[in-house]
């Protein structure tokens, strides 16, 4: 649930930001934010095209390794905005 709820205030904060820098381009340089809305973006797209194989996916051992790789692919996200804001925040 914590989970869900950290990914949904992420999207949710990814939208803002993209809607604020103006488009979707992809790699942008925000002056307050850096990167950091090209990267929600860019892990946010490849997510969704992640789940899409999924819910398409017939075959239940490659839903099992696909869901596996959502998960791994999910934390690896959150670690990277993690440590990208907290250099943000260091060197600010």
Do not use: R
């Not at 307050?32 to 819910?55: T, V, W």
């Amino acid at each position: 649930m914590k989970k869900l709820k950290f990914i949904a205030g992420l999207m949710i904060f990814t939208m803002i930001i993209l809607i604020g820098c103006g488009g979707v381009s992809s790699t942008k340089h925000n002056e307050f934010l850096g990167e950091l809305p090209s990267i929600i973006k860019n892990y946010a797209n490849q997510l969704d095209k992640k789940e899409k194989e999924l819910k398409e996916c017939t075959d239940m051992n490659k839903a099992f390794k696909l869901q596996k790789e959502i998960q791994l692919f999910e934390e690896k996200g959150e670690k990277e905005v993690a440590e990208y804001v907290a250099c943000l925040l260091y060197t600010s």
